[in-house]
């Protein structure tokens, strides 16, 4: 479990007995018990299987598949992934890959739906771009409608592992994946995926026209 549910849960409980105490009556501590349950969990943080094999992308994020989109940048294109966490979801975040944290880049911003489209630009969010030893791959933890705060434990230069735990977003959020443009898709529009467990990707150099043909089957 996250330390921030220990925080919460238990000074719920709290309130719960002052109310009891303060009452004589336990209907009125059954609210905060029932919050502390909530919280206790909503911040969880199961164990995971982080997969071995060189070259893989894991997901960052527990949630839903949103949006597979081709966009261009100034290094050139790449593919978007959108995963939407609901508030029952695990909201631990984990790294991608394994890698050196190249860059953090926080903006402070709105709390528009995580489903909308511009929430990606306008909401509060943490960008973090992390370098493997072949490529790099950037996640964007962006806020929600209930989303007040974006926690990311590391700083630039530090190693981080495939599938380690790097930080969360506390309630409904959403988290943006970018990899390299011939990145070989292993998730589809609609597919759920489990933090630093599901495949998102195995990304390989593209060396000749026939790895170019297996990137663009990805896509058909």
């Known amino acids: 479990m996250v330390r921030d549910g220990y925080f919460y849960g238990f000074g719920f409980i709290a309130a719960a007995v002052l109310v009891l105490l303060v009452t004589g009556h336990w209907t009125w501590a059954v609210?905060?018990?029932?919050?502390?349950?909530?919280?206790?969990?909503?911040?969880r943080d199961p164990q995971r299987p982080v997969p071995a094999e060189a070259g893989l992308v894991v997901s960052p994020a527990d949630g839903k598949i949103t949006?597979?989109?081709?966009i261009q940048t100034p290094e050139g294109e790449r593919i978007r992934l959108s995963i939407?966490?609901?508030?029952?979801?695990?909201?631990?975040?984990?790294s991608?890959?394994?890698?050196?944290?190249?860059?953090?880049?926080y903006q402070k911003g709105k709390h528009l739906n995580a489903?909308?489209?511009r929430c990606a630009e306008k909401n509060e969010q943490n960008v973090v771009t992390v370098?493997?030893?072949?490529?790099?791959?950037?996640?964007k933890q962006i806020a929600g409608i209930l989303a007040r705060r974006?926690?990311?434990r590391f700083q630039v230069g530090d190693f981080v592992e495939r599938g380690e735990r790097v930080g969360l977003i506390k309630f409904g959020s959403r988290v943006d994946v970018v990899l390299p443009g011939h990145a070989r898709l292993r998730v589809a529009l609609g597919h759920r995926v489990k933090g630093g467990a599901s495949i998102l990707a195995d990304i390989h150099p593209v060396q000749d026209e026939s790895a170019l043909d297996i990137l663009q089957e990805s896509f058909a």
């Open 150 to 152: 974006i926690v990311f």
């Open 131 to 139: 370098q493997g030893d072949e490529f790099d791959v950037s996640f």
């Open 84 to 94: 939407f966490l609901s508030v029952f979801d695990v909201h631990v975040n984990r």
């Open 31 to 43: 609210p905060p018990v029932l919050l502390a349950c909530f919280f206790l969990w909503f911040f």
């Open 115 to 117: 489903l909308s489209p």
């Open 67 to 70: 949006e597979v989109a081709r």
């Open 96 to 105: 991608p890959i394994a890698g050196t944290v190249r860059e953090v880049r």
